[in-house]
């Protein structure tokens, strides 16, 4: 029987349009690239020829890819990009993601069958970085040149219907050229359906890990259920993470999970972190013994019984104080979330932060010098640092995103934080939103964007550097991508 052809996401290909010379796509499941090849004379008027590689999909659902052409190309109106189409005709109804040789990207869209195709022009040139997300009859195509924000384009009142192909695509716009193109970060996700309850309601998860330098993903594991702050074990042979208040190492090497033995600690909630040296964990475990408030507990790295640390709740470990002696916390305290730290071995918590709104994600620079922290206390949640003792709290970023959990490089030289929306309170970092992971430098200065995810809440809640600092891990999140819409 003929072996059938691994293509990831996607359920088929095919050429549309019945081009002259046929078009191939080939996977390359380690790396998770698609590479495609495609003729086609054109995309345009009401008539379409391309190599597409499609599944069905109902419902929202939201496309994303980084994408390039492969060579120089012959016509600078060569096409790759996101496209969804009511059928597989060649003048079916679309929508078009289209990013051409010449760098022209446009949103595409053909009404009808048979229609003429209209589109709306974006002011980014040449973007690597493609977006297309279906909300109703709404479709918004997002772009940007990778390390740069999104630029949206929107149009409205586009009936493909409930069903529709989704899918990659290349044309070369020569019926006697094959053009190729390779896509990466594929992912093709359904977002939160509406009247979702956060903490009762869950998607699926990805456990991802990524080179920093290149912005290259992978899915090392994937669940139906929530999973939640990977942290990279300083040996670098696993990930630990929390999934229904327990903890699981993930082992890198032999791609499998197990259970992290916490003992009677089995309501953990996702703000775990190592030591520097790897040698012990702290926990947040919420305990009966406080009202189910969340305390912390210490205990070895590779399991054992905890020991608590703070004396009353609610407490949020975020950081270890680089010669183990002290953890860095978010404490709620007659109303008020601040930061403070205790000694690991006992003695009285010791308040750093004072603000009346937020501060939270505290964390220790690898040579003990700073805290880095985010807080709400200018009107939107930003990036801060302060001394050990509290003193020389100096903010250092400040723009229209709202800036969470800062973790420091291994080599001491950058910061990796998550950026949500301007959209969202900023005292909040809910699940379920389209977020960024951003870097910068240590001292401050213009962030970079190194990741375009849907995710939030457990996203990098806690230190998630490799060891070497060339990798960082965290969770994206999606529903079921199959054909059914219902929850």
Known sequence: MAQVQDLGLFEGHTDIGNPHLAGSVEYDSENQVHTLSGAGKNMWFSEDQFHYVYRKMTGDFILHTRAEFIGEGVNSHRKIGWIVRSGLGSSSAHVNAAVHGDGLTSLQFRRAKGDSTEEIQSPVKAPDVIQLEREGNTFTMSVAKFGNEFTPTTVKNIDLGDEVYVGIYVCSHEPEVIEEARFRNVRIIKPAWEGLVPYQDYLGSNLEV??????????????????????????????????????????????????????????????????????????????????????????????????????????????????????????????????????????????????????????????????????????????????????????????????????????????????????????????????????????????????????????????????????????????????????
């Open 210 to 487: 990524m080179e920093v330098e290149t912005g290259h993903r992978k899915i090392l594991y994937q669940s139906n259920e929530s999973l939640q702050a990977p942290n990279w074990t300083p040996d670098g042979s696993k990930l630990i993470y929390n999934h229904n208040g327990l903890l699981y190492n993930y082992n890198l090497e032999e791609n499998r999970p197990e259970i992290l033995d916490t003992d009677f600690a089995i309501n953990n909630n996702n703000d775990h972190v190592l030591t520097f040296d790897g040698s012990m964990l702290g926990i947040s475990h919420h305990t009966a013994d406080a009202d189910g408030a969340s305390i912390i507990y210490t205990m070895p790295a590779d399991g054992g019984v905890p020991k608590r640390v703070t004396p009353k709740g609610p407490s949020y470990l975020h950081g270890w104080s680089p010669d183990n002696k002290f953890v860095t916390y978010t404490g709620g305290r007659d109303g008020n979330y601040d930061i403070y730290k205790i000694p690991v071995e006992g003695g009285d918590e010791i308040r750093l932060t004072t603000d009346p709104s937020l501060d939270d994600g505290s964390e220790y620079t690898p040579d003990g010098k700073y805290i880095y922290f985010n807080s709400a206390r200018t009107g939107s949640m930003e990036i801060w640092r302060m001394k050990p003792d509290g003193s020389e709290q100096e903010q250092l970023t400040n723009d229209k995103l709202n800036n969470w959990f800062p973790h420091i490089s291994p080599d001491g030289k950058r910061v990796l934080f998550l950026s949500y929306s301007e959209s969202v309170d900023p005292e909040d970092h809910p699940f379920y939103k389209r977020v960024y992971l951003r870097i910068m430098p240590l001292d401050g200065g213009e962030p970079k964007v190194i990741a375009y995810l849907y995710g939030g809440q457990g996203t990098i809640n806690v230190p998630s550097w490799s060891p070497d600092g060339r990798h960082i891990s965290f969770v994206s999140n999606s529903g079921d991508i199959s054909v059914s819409s219902e929850q």
